[in-house]
């Protein structure tokens, strides 16, 4: 089969109006199974190890999948700084309802589980969209903008954030740091999970390193504990970080998506 096809969609509302990178593979056949949908996380994008992974694993099984950048991020248009859990939300809202067609596997990693499943219950309010067939979920930061920035950001650092707008959080994955803005934490809290029962409306299993220093496996425990339906699988790496990206646990994330 051949590459998946770039591609774009333009976004207007909520203002700022901005160009949503997307790389769409369609499937071979009807036959073939399930698409698959890439939600990334905070500061990565779609040409990461396991993005590519998955879609070359779509090419391999004749799936479709697609692939797309939040505004700020990787390929497609906008400021990082003015992004927020509720824009990218939107973006992503967009994109799963102009590309997908029949039922859809999302696979959200860090940031990108949160979209998960509040896409998977934006869905189940709109008309005519494609049906959810599962999800695997990638140490799912849900709620992270609360549980595992503000809650435990220091007085200084929040201090910052109220006077200045934002604050420089150093990442081992960045040397420039990442900007934590007010309109983000703010935002955020408007879509906050983990107060009550969660429902996805498919199938789940979750992948978490035990390692893993930015979204602690306990956290994960206390997502498995709000979904509200039984069929949900965790799958806790003993020796696994955050980025899940070695070869072994891209094999795992590959197992978890042929499940569906």
Known sequence: MSE?????????????????????????????????????????????????????????????????DYSGHGESSGDFKDGTIGRWLEESVAVYRQFCHGPQVLVGSSMGGWIALLLAARLRQLKESAPLAGMVLIAPAVDFTEELMWKQFSDDIKRAIEVNGFWTRPSDYDE????????????????????????????????QGVQDPDVPWRHALELMVRFARDDVVLTLIKDGDHRLSRPEDIERLLAAVAEF
């Open 4 to 68: 998946a096809r770039l591609t774009s969609l333009t976004i207007e509302s909520p203002a700022p109006t901005r160009t949503i990178a997307v790389r769409a593979r369609e499937s071979k056949s009807d036959k073939s199974g399930p698409g698959l949908v890439w939600l990334g996380g905070f500061k990565s994008d779609m040409q990461g190890t396991k993005a590519v992974a998955l879609d070359d694993w779509a090419r391999e099984h004749g799936r479709a999948c697609i692939r797309f």
């Open 176 to 207: 420039g740091g990442y900007p934590i803005t007010k309109g983000l934490v703010e935002d955020g809290r408007k879509h906050l999970m983990l107060g009550g029962l969660i429902e996805p409306g498919c199938p789940v299993h979750v992948l």
